[in-house]
């Protein structure tokens, strides 16, 4: 559990500016300051966060409000079932907890960790100390940032510290040419998009990336061997 | 404010029912190897999509090319070469600082 913390110290300490970041969005909007801070220990998503913050100030009805985070949390699915095979062995009340601190930094950290961790129990502690002291260290930024608001000095650049996390995020994760497809189609969809009704432009980004990075895939593959048989790696246990 | 908590309250619901939909539905089956591909890529799919939404988009429009971007040019080649996320965050964080003041 140790390691997890320490592994993913870094980035819980951008978790600080990054919840300062929005912290103070939340103040200089027009949403109400005590549910905006709630809104760091129920949703925990700094994205989806960012998104109600502006388009509660942009005076949008509450389902494009709803449906935009959730739609920008969708991704929350596809790291659920990545890192599914590590939570196997644990009851389904034990499951649900942990899924609660299921986050883009833990679960990338998490998934980096299990390529060379194959013991589950350790895998397990290494995603909870992992994804607890990066929630901890969001919610204590998201306070300071609602309470200080806007004393903050802009030399700061406290800003950047949103983008800055997700760069530092995404490059670990390119390691093969299938991989930077992914990321480079998910990348310019994205922008492409950028003005696709209710926000949903990451989602058709992201989308666009793993498609044309599984293609990449399985073209890369032996000529008519490409097809993938199912359950091949684990003796059958699927079939 | 009741109205603003219920909306949240609603987001919180389903972003746990998403986190939680694949861990316990599942847990203890195999997935099949196409699948566990595709999820591979999820990943740098979405975080370079971030990257795209929250650097160079500002409000639905093009953030104007400054220091923000400079900055996380050095950042991804500090990510790169280190491949360690204290060096990334430094980096970038500098950057933009010592940018700022020469600007």
Not at chain 1, 71 to 93: E, H, I, K, Q, T
Request: charged share 10%; net charge neutral.
């Amino acid at each position: 559990m140790l390691a997890g913390a320490r592994a993913i110290l870094p980035l819980s300490i951008a978790a600080f500016p990054f919840g300062l970041a929005y912290g103070v969005a939340v103040a200089e909007s027009s949403m109400n300051d005590l549910v905006g801070a709630l809104a760091s220990v129920l949703v925990l998503a700094g994205a989806a966060q960012l998104a109600i913050v502006e388009l509660l100030d942009a005076g949008a009805p509450w389902f494009v409000v709803v449906g935009t985070a959730l739609v920008v949390n969708a991704r929350f699915m596809m790291y659920s079932g990545a890192l599914a095979p590590s939570f196997s062995d644990y009851p389904r009340r034990w499951r649900l907890a942990l899924a609660y601190f299921l986050t883009d930094q833990a679960a990338v950290t998490s998934l980096l960790y299990n390529e060379r961790q194959p013991d589950p129990r350790a895998r397990m502690g290494y995603y909870l100390g992992a994804g607890s002291s990066f929630a901890m260290m969001w919610w204590l930024g998201t306070l300071i940032g609602v309470g200080i608001g806007a004393t903050i000095p802009a030399e700061l650049q406290v800003g950047f510290a949103v983008p800055l996390m997700f760069v530092a995020l995404v490059v670990p994760t390119v390691r093969d040419r299938a991989a930077l497809i992914a990321a480079c189609v998910g990348f310019s969809v994205t922008l492409i998009a950028r003005d696709a009704p209710m926000s949903t432009g990451l989602l058709i980004g992201a989308g666009a990336g793993v498609a044309f990075g599984l293609l990449a895939k399985l073209r890369s593959l032996d000529g008519g061997r490409s097809v993938a048989r199912p359950g091949r790696q684990d003796g059958g246990a699927g079939a | 404010m009741t109205h603003e908590l219920l909306l949240v309250a609603a987001v919180a619901a389903g972003t746990l029912a998403m986190r939680a939909s694949m861990v316990t539905l599942l847990a203890g089956t195999a997935i099949p190897a196409s699948v566990e591909q595709a999820l591979g890529l999820v990943a740098p799919a979405v975080l370079a999509g971030l990257v795209a939404q929250t650097l160079f988009l500002d409000g639905g429009e093009f953030r104007p090319f400054g220091s923000w971007y400079l900055a996380a040019v050095v950042a991804g080649l500090v990510a790169w070469r280190t491949r360690t996320f204290g060096w990334t965050l430094l980096a970038g964080m500098v950057s933009v600082w010592l940018l700022e003041a020469l600007a």
